[in-house]
């Protein structure tokens, strides 16, 4: 007679949950402890009493090439694995007077502006950056783009590739 092995995991995040499916179907009898009243780590969301939604409780997001997940979804029968065109957008908060605004009923109340970062011709017309710095990013961008597992990018920290190649003005604004 074949003795069950047991296998205790710690936690049920992400990680903890696909360590546990992965041993069940080796035929272990997996026990997962969780902390909190719920499994999925920082993946899971949170609730507030008169919220119609839940919150992440971390950002995260899912590629449409990132074909382990992908292929693992489907392989535990989650089949509603969607993708839509995100919206981007920064939020910057300054004085008042460091920005011009079109409508000066907009300055009344409003020290932070809202602006869309989704496409090339949305950085064009991003109004905190000069013209040459808005080009400079774009086309940085652009590169990790064509380009994202170049080794160059392995030597350095993405603050000092993207402060070298963009210059330190476009990262402050953009990613700091």
């Not at 092995?5 to 179907?25: D, E, F, H, P, R």
């Not at 995100?86 to 004085?95: G, H, I, K, Q």
């Not at 990790?144 to 993207?162: A, D, G, N, V």
Request: glycine share 6%; net charge positive; no cysteine.
């Amino acid at each position: 007679m074949r003795k069950i092995k047991k296998i205790v995991v710690l936690g049920g995040g992400l990680t903890g949950l696909t360590a546990a499916y992965y041993l069940t179907k080796e035929n272990y009898q997996v026990t997962v402890f969780e902390k909190e009243s719920v499994l999925g780590g920082l993946a899971s969301g949170f609730k507030e009493e008169n919220w119609d939604w839940f919150l992440e409780k971390t950002v995260h997001h899912l590629f449409s090439n990132d074909n382990d997940f992908l292929n693992f979804a489907k392989e535990i029968g989650f089949k509603k694995v969607f993708f839509r065109s995100p919206e981007t957008a920064s939020f910057y908060e300054f004085p008042i007077s460091d920005f011009k605004f079109s409508n000066k009923s907009q300055a009344s109340n409003v020290n932070f502006q809202i602006f869309p970062l989704d496409a090339p011709l949305d950085l064009l017309r991003f109004p905190l950056l000069s013209f040459f710095d808005r080009v400079r990013a774009g086309m940085v961008l652009a590169g990790i783009k064509i380009s994202p597992f170049f080794p160059f990018y392995e030597k350095r920290t993405s603050q000092e590739f993207l402060e070298k190649t963009m210059g330190k003005k476009a990262y402050m604004t953009l990613f700091k």
